[in-house]
T-cell receptor, first 113, second 114 residues
Framework: RKEVEQDPGPFNVPEGATVAFNCTYS??????FFWYRQDCRKEPKLLMS???SGNEDGRFTAQLNRASQYISLLIRDSKLSDSATYLC??????????????FGKGTKLSVKP | NAGVTQTPKFRVLKTGQSMTLLCAQD?????MYWYRQDPGMGLRLIHY???????AKGEVPDGYNVSRLKKQNFLLGLESAAPSQTSVYFC?????????????FGEGSRLTVL
């Protein structure tokens, strides 16, 4: 099993739709989780961190399920500008950054008019 | 606000040539990273640094060398370029993981090795 796995998509959805992505991770010792967004031919940028209690930022909701070792990202009321690749990122260890960030390959979202 | 700046942004090399990618950050971050991104492979860590004068190997270090002589700069060198090193290279930096754990990326350097 790969350390971080995502469905590559593409997810093609109409504007206004709700779409959800899942990401599974293999290392139960992982402590920190993030969603990054990457636009075509651009650099990745942090979208949101994922906390144990879940967190919401406007139309975006992130959830963590430690028992099943997956994190999710829910986007409500999709906008054309949400079209991008969403990267799931897992940090193997709590604290420290000694090269322990693992990036998923990303899930591509395309929002259509 | 410059953030993380990479130079050059594009480069074409012939097999066997050498080159250096420069990454500069103006955020006083301790940690800096070099990643490569290939289609279907995601981001893979090449080398990283946890402070001035320190470097360490990441997931795919072979064929690359790095140096961090100044806190704000992290250089990635290819001594003898190979076609397998054709990729998009991203530099990133972060202060630490106590807060958001946010990585700040440069815009990327697209390297083609013929």
């Amino acid at each position: 099993r790969k350390e971080v796995e995502q469905d590559p998509g593409p997810f093609n959805v109409p504007e206004g739709a709700t779409v959800a992505f899942n990401c599974t991770y293999s290392n139960s010792a992982s402590q920190s989780f993030f969603w990054y967004r990457q636009d075509c031919r651009k650099e990745p940028k942090l979208l949101m961190s994922v906390y144990s209690s879940g967190n919401e930022d406007g139309r975006f909701t992130a959830q963590l399920n430690r028992a099943s070792q997956y994190i999710s990202l829910l986007i409500r009321d999709s906008k054309l500008s949400d079209s991008a690749t969403y990267l799931c990122v897992v940090n193997r260890h709590f604290g420290g950054s000694q090269g322990n960030l693992i990036f998923g390959k990303g899930t591509k979202l395309s929002v259509k008019p | 606000n410059a953030g993380v700046t990479q130079t050059p942004k594009f480069r074409v090399l012939k097999t066997g040539q050498s080159m250096t990618l420069l990454c500069a950050q103006d955020m006083n971050h301790e940690y800096m990273y070099w990643y490569r991104q290939d289609p279907g492979m995601g981001l893979r860590l090449i080398h990283y640094s946890v402070g001035e004068g320190t470097t360490a190997k990441g997931e795919v270090p072979d064929g690359y060398n790095v140096s961090r002589l100044k806190k704000q700069n992290f250089l990635l060198g290819l001594e003898s370029a190979a076609p397998s090193q054709t990729s998009v290279y991203f530099c990133a930096s972060t202060r630490g993981w106590g807060d958001t754990g946010e990585l700040f990326f440069g815009e990327g350097s697209r390297l083609t090795v013929l």
